[in-house]
């Protein structure tokens, strides 16, 4: 141990034009961003001069509603990141997939595949995907229930960890002279057959630079929690108050403690949607442009089909409806649903007002000011009040993109930097160096050790 | 038309180190080239400055045999084409994926998103995966029969082509003053509910500068050159000599025609494994080179297995037994086994003889000599003997990666320039202007304009 202080680990979210929904209408934003590589390269080349620790793409197998109000459809992120490690050099690469709607032999391959041809950058933000459009895209009528969706993930964790074993480190022997390639006993097939899946053979790509891609999560429903407990990394997570991060904080640490994790090694990352002005006010005049970009609307129609509501239920002049369906009554993104009307009830928000809020950063924490004070606001949660930490680092949810990534990278990096709780240089060239995780061991060589040992055991007896 | 004499395809058939199986001993090469996206993004800028039409990889998801004597595993190809794409500008970018263990909607979404962020180069070449490993990766405990997976191919594309064409080349209007993104008139949805895939929604990606990426196919079985008569543009075909290849040839033509397809727009490209010297002693020096470094048992073994026989009822110097199994009787890969059976019956190879021939380019045609008797070896088949057409391109498959790739480039694509039959600068920008292909039209516009029509008529009577 030295006596530097904690560092922050920093992801950017990158989303279109950004995480405004109506960030797109501003001058200076490039309305079809969401299918140019050109634009996503550019905002990974941005984060890696800010040394941040990753860039990261959420997603969903579906249209998300409609495409008329706000750019819709995107490139699938494991391509993406693909494309962007060519034109990298140290950036973390973390793109979402889905556990309900892909194959694990696929989807293990095609995250080591990122990580070789990344040198190591891969990670994995594992979602179940909670919506009915979703399910109606592959072959379902019907949204499987929450808790079916978590065993499969479960059991997709399990598969896709021995696929990604299922090479030594040493089996590639690459000996011209005498012809020998690669070691097959050094192979440890999958061999599973459980509940959902039944995969025989080892993966068809060697074991990759960081062992397993990094494993991220973001559902924070107790299914969700339960499963970041187990398998989750880094937690990508959506909090209002300090309070609450904190408490949402504490309960993770425990929980992986409890699974016989470390829980340092879990790092929690509530988002932030910084939207940055040279001073107070300028940052003021931005936000109010943006929350005036917003069709009222399509806002409260979006809305409504969050909460399980009728739009005609909705009035944009008063608050939410006394009468809301519960959490247990909502299969799709459980933790979302309770965190919006957490949100109006607790500052009595109209509709309009709620809907501003959530069109700046969809339930995230959004922080409006000067770099300086977006320093502060990051050092209130990373540091906590006496009452407990709320955050190893934060995932950078820009409201408006390239120029609020850029903001954030000339005029807050620096002062992190400064204060010595931020990298100026990277350290490592792995995602995981980034994040101060380990390489996984091999668990299947272990086993197969421990086998050879009890072999030569019982034949010496 | 002009009078420019017919121009030839080319494609770079990229593996590891090269296509002979012992490749990967020689002192030149990189034994870990499998993994090496440096490799495979050098090998593409090498085809792309020959001004070749595309690269491609084959694939399966199975890791195939053992990784005792030969390099094995690979990765996933869509993402290497992504990051090649990002490093090179013209050459079109083709792999192989499964319509067996793939999601339409996942699929059609990973190829529309490469399509875009390389501006228009991307190609599929669709297999249904015949190998009994490949099942077991996949929940099945057997392989499921040629018809079915032909049955599940066809709608597969069927399914495909519709969320392509999901969006209407003008649904993204971008209107930043009146915030109206796209017009959700313009989407048409898949809705399609069939036998093997009930898929409702429009894809998540924009229509693709290409419409639909270049179909491309390489199964020679009926059911395979059925398919390929519906769907494909560019056939990969493994034919030993020129009768057959002029057979194979008309067949497919014939049938593109019986479909209602131009075959002008069906463009079949045999295999050509060249083994290049500056001399034709020098060619045949490396090509004995590369035979003595084949480890004759581990490729007897293989043969057994793509034969269906005990490894046991193989010798090295006799030829093959007098009983195999019929074509009918295998349910992988029907085409390579008869074409396997047939170059040994016709050429009474011994089965060491018969080793050496596969183990150069796994059946399809192999030519030794120097870059003159090569480009006239190419001119043989493209131009025919009077006797019809043989090719409408190459499938390139150096021996030796990337000094093969090199030789081909840097001395017999100049011979063919200096006839006139080949590029020498690309006149287009995607792989469907390379290969002379047009753009599909949406059917899916045709049919909303000729619903708004009939619905204008309707309420004007």
New interface residues.
Partial sequence: MTDEPRQLHLNAFLMNTGHHE?S????E?D??SS?S?RHY?RLAQIAERGRLDSIFFAD?????G???????????P??????????TERIGLIATASTT???P??LA??FA??D??SGGRAGWNIVTTATL?AA??????ELPSHASRYARAEEFLQVAKKLWDS?DDA??L?D?ES??????RL?YP?GHEGEH??????????RSPQGHPLLVQAGSSEDGKAFAANHAEAIFTAQQTLAEAQAFYADIKRRAKAAGRDPDAVLVLPGIVPVLGATEAEARELEAELDR?I?PQYALNNLAKQLKLDPSELDLDRELPEHLPTEDEIEGAKSRFTLIVDLARRERLTVRRLIGRLGGGRGHRTFTGTPEQVADAIFEWFDGDGNGLAADGFNIMPAVLPSGLEAFVDQVVPILQDKGRFRTEYAGSTLREHYGLARPENPRRREALEAAVKGVLAHSR
């Fill in positions: 109506a797109w209408r501003l001058p934003s309305p079809y299918t590589i390269t969903s197998p579906t249209l998300w409609t495409i008329g109000r706000r750019p819709s459809g995107s490139l699938e494991t391509v993406v990141l693909a494309a962007i490690a060519a034109q709607y892909n194959e032999y696929n391959r095609r595949s990122v070789h041809l459009d109606r895209n592959f072959n379902l009528d090479w089996a590639v690459a011209k012809g020998l390639w690669g070691d097959d192979l999958a899946f039944q995969v025989a053979g080892a993966l068809n790509v060697p970009l069709v």
